[in-house]
């Protein structure tokens, strides 16, 4: 079985094969937990900590979850009744943790590359749930997984990416994924919401979403990001869900029974309708599920049996 990094902290840090064998473990564990209700002790005698920073329903409670469901003991952080909200900083907070005898940290965190700074101090594997503008790569795994269940590969499949790219951690993990499985991605957002650089992502760009829609097997629609934002970047909500929002009508340009997909949590009525966001098409709520088993392979991998 191909090894996984120590940490990770980017979809760069994985290969094909690497990826592939994540996939692999994953649907294991997928069948293991939704179909055979099984529990399993794979992890027993190991302790997961989460440490969210940033708000999450998720991917926080996705990792917990995952963690129990292989015998792992969970301690989840509290951040706004913990230490850091007396000022304590990143190192003396993971040193502090890692003394209690934490085996594997997940961190969210609001900066870009906090979770490479919190790895380069503490020495369990450190898991990226996503940072900032930078990287969210369990979520690109679980994205994959959800596409391969439906696709059997993405080789040559055409996956559109819709919306506030340049605030994206989802964006830019995604596009590495899939550009390793072989995947033809095209970027869309208005020019104020498209990164100053979109070749570095190794995906078509463009700001007209109905050619980003044309002949697009899946449709990646991303939350605008509000609360990212510096004001004035477009006119208005009404005026953003006008050109860049996908309705029925917009998702008809695609190719038929292209998948809708969305990392949640969603502004329904500005990057998405609620027909198209509860429509037939889409596989929000399959994403979630695919979260789980992902993140039980990582884990598994990473410091379980399986590592
Ligand atoms: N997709 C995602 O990261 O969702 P949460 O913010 O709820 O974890």
Known sequence: ??????DLLSMEDLDRPQIEAVMARAAFYKRKVFAERA??????GKTVSTLFFEPSTRTRCSFELAAKYLGAEVLNVEI???STAKGEGLKDTGLTLQMM??????????????ANLFASYVEPPVINGGDGMHEHPTQALLDLMR?????????GRRVAIIGDISHSRVAKSDCIC??????SVVICAPPTLMPENPEALGAEATYDMDRALDGADVVMMLRLQLERQRAGLFPSVREYHRLY???PEKLAKAKPGAYVM?????NRGVEISNPAADGAQSQINQQVACGVAVRMALMDMMIGEGC
Do not use: N, Q
């Not at 079985?1 to 120590?6: I, Q, R």
């Not at 969305?262 to 969603?266: F, I, T, W």
């Open 80 to 82: 706004s009744t913990s």
């Open 1 to 6: 079985m191909a090894g996984l990094p120590y």
């Open 178 to 183: 899939l550009g390793k499985m072989g995947a």
């Open 262 to 266: 969305h990392p949640a949590p969603m």
């Open 101 to 114: 005898g934490v085996d594997l940290f997940v961190i969210r965190h609001d900066a870009s590359g906090a």
């Open 147 to 155: 596409m391969l269940e439906l696709m059997g590969s993405v080789e």
């Open 245 to 247: 929002g996908l309705t």
């Open 39 to 44: 529990r399993m002790d794979v992890l027993a």
